[in-house]
């Protein structure tokens, strides 16, 4: 039973929403933001605030940590505000999200191997984690992106003019730069003499001179992980080599293969088995990601727009604007 992707589907889900399941009972209850005829209270801001580092300290530490969340949390308050107004406006469009629900449910059970509900429930209630305030959070979640998605994201159309243009004013995004195919020869230097390294490296020298394949040569004499695929490295771009790697081969010609380099306690033999020049990708290469691009754009701009909006339509009131002065986080 894959536990840990239990955990990692839950609290992807509390980050998003955490706050209204009652994870954090230790603060003193108060009233923070009225919002039509509901209340963000202080312990549900203090949720959010607390998963919110703990989100960021997987990414970041130090001082890094910090910068990411004094900035962040900032607009914490502002981000409940509207995922409550986002909820609200759901339920009272009369949005169903029982058939995404049970498609979730269903791929979290797979992801698991757990048969059945009553299974997950019980993997959950293994770990600590309460099942029906969990389930609770994904019903709300869908329930936010069923409403972006009827009073947003339907609405919005990409035409082929547009991508064209994109195309043409931003080809410096589209360009790939040169690919490299390799197989490697590898001797390592520990528990060898200098003579020993030597004579090795001559006599794979001498067979690769006389004709024999270089897969075979290196299948029988290199001493790395590549020994086991005949010396086959893989393809690299530009740039995700070590450089005195791809300085080496960068001016090869194909089926070249490199003098001996002293790399990490060892030495490389290098042959280019191929290679890509850096190259502009084709439109039709790349229209989709572009489509997704511009549609991406748009729904940010109209959803920008469609919560100004709904702010404007609906009360809302700030009792207090910097709830985190008042935790000291």
């Given at each position: 039973?894959?536990?840990?992707?239990?955990?990692?589907?839950?609290?992807?889900?509390?980050?998003?929403?955490?706050?209204?399941?009652?994870?954090?009972?230790?603060?003193?209850?108060?009233?923070?933001?009225?919002?039509?005829?509901?209340?963000?209270?202080?312990?549900?801001?203090?949720?959010?605030?607390?998963?919110?580092?703990?989100?960021?300290?997987?990414?970041?530490?130090?001082?890094?940590?910090?910068?990411?969340?004094?900035?962040?949390?900032?607009?914490?308050?502002?981000?409940?505000?509207?995922?409550?107004?986002?909820?609200?406006?759901?339920?009272?469009?009369?949005?169903?999200?029982?058939?995404?629900?049970?498609?979730?449910?269903?791929?979290i059970q797979k992801e698991n191997n757990l048969d059945t509900e009553d299974q997950l429930r019980r993997a959950m209630l293994q770990q600590g984690m309460n099942y029906d305030a969990w389930r609770g959070q994904i019903e709300e979640n869908l329930l936010k992106q069923a409403i972006v998605y009827t009073q947003v994201s339907r609405n919005?159309?990409?035409?082929?003019?547009?991508?064209?243009?994109?195309?043409?004013?931003?080809?410096?995004?589209?360009?790939?730069?040169?690919?490299?195919?390799?197989?490697?020869?590898?001797?390592?230097?520990?528990?060898?003499?200098?003579?020993?390294?030597?004579?090795?490296?001559?006599?794979?020298?001498?067979?690769?001179?006389?004709?024999?394949?270089?897969?075979?040569?290196?299948?029988?004499?290199?001493?790395?992980?590549?020994?086991?695929?005949?010396?086959?490295?893989?393809?690299?771009?530009?740039?995700?080599?070590?450089?005195?790697?791809?300085?080496?081969?960068?001016?090869?010609?194909?089926?070249?293969?490199?003098?001996?380099?002293?790399?990490?306690?060892?030495?490389?033999?290098?042959?280019?088995?191929?290679?890509?020049?850096?190259?502009?990708?084709?439109?039709?290469?790349?229209?989709?990601?572009?489509?997704?691009?511009?549609?991406?754009?748009?729904?940010?701009?109209?959803?920008?727009?469609?919560?100004?909006?709904?702010?404007?339509?609906?009360?809302?009131?700030?009792?207090?604007?910097?709830?985190?002065?008042?935790?000291?986080?």
């Amino acid at each position: 039973m894959k536990m840990n992707k239990i955990k990692c589907a839950i609290a992807g889900i509390i980050l998003l929403s955490a706050g209204r399941m009652g994870l954090c009972q230790d603060v003193l209850e108060s009233i923070i933001a009225v919002v039509n005829d509901e209340i963000i209270t202080l312990s549900e801001y203090r949720n959010r605030h607390d998963a919110l580092y703990q989100m960021l300290s997987s990414r970041f530490e130090g001082e890094e940590l910090q910068r990411e969340f004094q900035n962040m949390k900032k607009d914490l308050l502002d981000s409940m505000v509207t995922d409550l107004l986002l909820l609200q406006e759901a339920r009272k469009n009369e949005l169903d999200v029982s058939e995404q629900m049970k498609m979730t449910i269903e791929n979290i059970q797979k992801e698991n191997n757990l048969d059945t509900e009553d299974q997950l429930r019980r993997a959950m209630l293994q770990q600590g984690m309460n099942y029906d305030a969990w389930r609770g959070q994904i019903e709300e979640n869908l329930l936010k992106q069923a409403i972006v998605y009827t009073q947003v994201s339907r609405n919005i159309v990409i035409n082929d003019t547009e991508v064209v243009g994109y195309y043409k004013t931003h080809q410096d995004e589209f360009i790939e730069p040169p690919e490299y195919t390799l197989k490697a020869v590898y001797i390592a230097e520990s528990g060898k003499s200098e003579e020993e390294i030597r004579n090795k490296k001559v006599e794979v020298e001498e067979k690769i001179a006389a004709g024999e394949d270089f897969a075979a040569v290196s299948g029988q004499f290199s001493e790395g992980p590549e020994k086991d695929s005949e010396g086959d490295l893989g393809t690299f771009k530009a740039g995700e080599m070590e450089k005195i790697l791809e300085e080496s081969v960068k001016n090869l010609d194909i089926g070249g293969v490199t003098p001996w380099i002293a790399f990490r306690e060892g030495w490389f033999l290098l042959k280019l088995v191929d290679r890509r020049d850096r190259r502009l990708r084709e439109f039709d290469e790349v229209r989709e990601e572009i489509e997704q691009i511009l549609f991406e754009d748009q729904k940010q701009k109209k959803l920008d727009e469609y919560m100004v909006d709904l702010k404007q339509r609906s009360f809302i009131k700030i009792v207090n604007p910097k709830p985190y002065e008042i935790l000291g986080g």
